[in-house]
């Protein structure tokens, strides 16, 4: 039986991964310090330690005896990066260096695979869109420059000690789960949890900034495809649809999935926020042979019911 260490797995994506590992019989351990994640979010078969992801001493004992680990504890908010650089830094870039220095002393001879979360911010705003890997990256934001960090560390982790790595760029990442109550949360969680408050959306700037949004089920197969069948070396893919959805027509499409007709606002645009994100998705299509096919209207009916169920 495969056993799976998931750093932040109590979160919105780790806790979807941590489901559909249990459900197929593997064991998973998680590591998460509940700054956003929630314990209820966690399958009962998942064994949970409250901790820092940045801890040796912790991270290196959760990784005693297993398999491989999928390093996703970060703070997700790109905004949050610019209002406490250095706190976020220490979750998005002395995380990720712990879990890799974890993984060799775990097995220096032969280091278990590091499956982990970069993201779309690293490539700021390059105009060669669709984006693809080999595009580059230059962060506009903390979190973009901590991500692009990681990749970075993962790329030496490689070369120097052999700890074997896949990083995928995820575009912006929606579905059930994902805190509608956070300001700091995804654009989808907060526009599907105010309409179905009856509360007014707010939109940053003029609202034709567009993103690539991708349902987190299809994220999810990426995860498991890329520890299924390991890198050889240190690889980084897009997890994108290669589809691109302004933020003022995102607005129009969740109104009209949820049957209302909320007040629309406009406020300044955000620090640091990207105009234009798009992926190709080419790549990670060729190398493990998944499609993030979710449509957009199918996962935002998913991510609203949801909402819908969690108010009521
Ligand atoms: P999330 O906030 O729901 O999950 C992150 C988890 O990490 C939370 O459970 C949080 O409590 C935990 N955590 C934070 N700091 C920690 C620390 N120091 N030690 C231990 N646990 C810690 O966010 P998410 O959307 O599920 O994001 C998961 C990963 O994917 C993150 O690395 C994020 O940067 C990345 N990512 C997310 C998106 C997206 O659109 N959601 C896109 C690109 C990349
Ligand atoms: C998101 C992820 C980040 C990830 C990146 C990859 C979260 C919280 N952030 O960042 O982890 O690395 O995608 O591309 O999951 N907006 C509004 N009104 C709101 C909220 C947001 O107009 O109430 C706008 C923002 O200004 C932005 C867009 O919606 O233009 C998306 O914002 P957000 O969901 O915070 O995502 P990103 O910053 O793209």
């Not at 220095?101 to 499956?115: C, G, L, M, Y």
């Not at 896949?166 to 949360?185: H, L």
Request: net charge negative.
């Amino acid at each position: 039986m495969a056993t799976w260490l998931i750093t932040g797995g109590a979160g919105f994506i780790g806790s979807h991964l941590a489901e559909r590992l249990v459900a197929r019989g593997d064991n998973v351990r998680v590591i998460d310090d509940l700054s956003s994640g929630k314990p209820e979010n966690l399958p009962a078969a998942a064994e949970l330690t409250i901790g820092d992801a940045a801890d040796l001493d912790l991270v290196e004992r959760s990784m005693a005896g297993a398999d491989g680990c999928f390093h996703l504890a970060a703070i997700a908010s790109v905004q949050r990066s610019t209002e406490d650089w250095l706190a976020t830094h220490r979750a998005n870039l002395t995380a990720t260096i712990t879990v890799f220095e974890a993984a060799r002393r775990a097995r220096p001879d032969r280091p278990p695979p590091v499956v982990y979360a970069s993201s779309a911010a690293v490539y700021g705003d390059n105009p060669a869109l669709p984006l693809a890997e080999t595009a580059t990256p230059s962060p506009l934001t903390a979190y973009g420059a901590d991500k692009l960090g990681s990749e970075q560390h993962a790329r030496v982790g490689w070369l120097v000690h052999r700890v074997p790595s896949t990083g995928f760029r995820f575009f912006n990442v929606y579905g059930p789960r994902q805190d509608p109550k956070s300001p700091y949360s995804g654009v989808i969680a907060i526009f599907a949890g105010r309409v179905a408050a009856g509360q007014p959306i707010s939109i940053n700037g003029d609202g034709l900034q567009t993103r690539d949004f991708v349902y987190v089920g299809d994220v999810v197969d990426h995860l498991i495809a890329a520890m299924d069948r390991p890198a050889p070396d240190a690889r980084v893919f897009n997890v994108c649809t290669g589809r691109a959805t302004t933020i003022r027509r995102l607005a129009e499409v969740v109104a009209g999935i949820a049957g209302a007709s909320p007040t629309i606002t406009h406020g300044p645009a955000r620090a640091g926020d990207i105009r234009e994100s798009l992926g190709n998705p080419a790549a990670a299509t060729a190398a493990l042979g998944v499609v993030a096919a979710t449509p957009i209207e199918e996962g935002l009916t998913a991510t609203l019911r949801a909402v819908a169920g969690s108010a009521g």
